[in-house]
């Protein structure tokens, strides 16, 4: 597996825990935008700290997108760790 497959998996499996803990219940599309899954700007400073915690990645809650996909939003933070 190379560093950019790990490291997307990585960070979908974040995703995927953070919206679980929004209780965002099931299967989720990665399609979906991060609105219509109840994201909201507090749950991006919740996010944005989890990033910083478990990867060291500093993105600042006001440069995501709430009408992002989960997709968008994977690719974003696997983009900000590139360019580190």
């Known amino acids: 597996m190379d560093a950019d ?7 979908e499996e974040l995703v995927g825990a953070w919206l679980r803990e929004l209780e965002v219940e099931g ?3 990665s399609e979906a935008l ?3 899954l109840g994201v909201d700007s507090l749950s991006v400073v919740d996010f944005s700290q989890l990033l910083r915690r478990e990867l060291g990645v500093e993105i600042k ?3 995501f ?3 992002a996909t989960v997709s968008e939003t994977v690719t974003k933070v696997c983009e900000q760790i590139r360019a580190r």
């Open 65 to 67: 997108d709430l009408y």
């Open 27 to 29: 299967p989720v599309d």
């Open 61 to 63: 809650a006001a440069e």
């Open 34 to 36: 991060l609105l219509d």
């Open 5 to 11: 497959t790990y490291t997307r998996e990585k960070i």
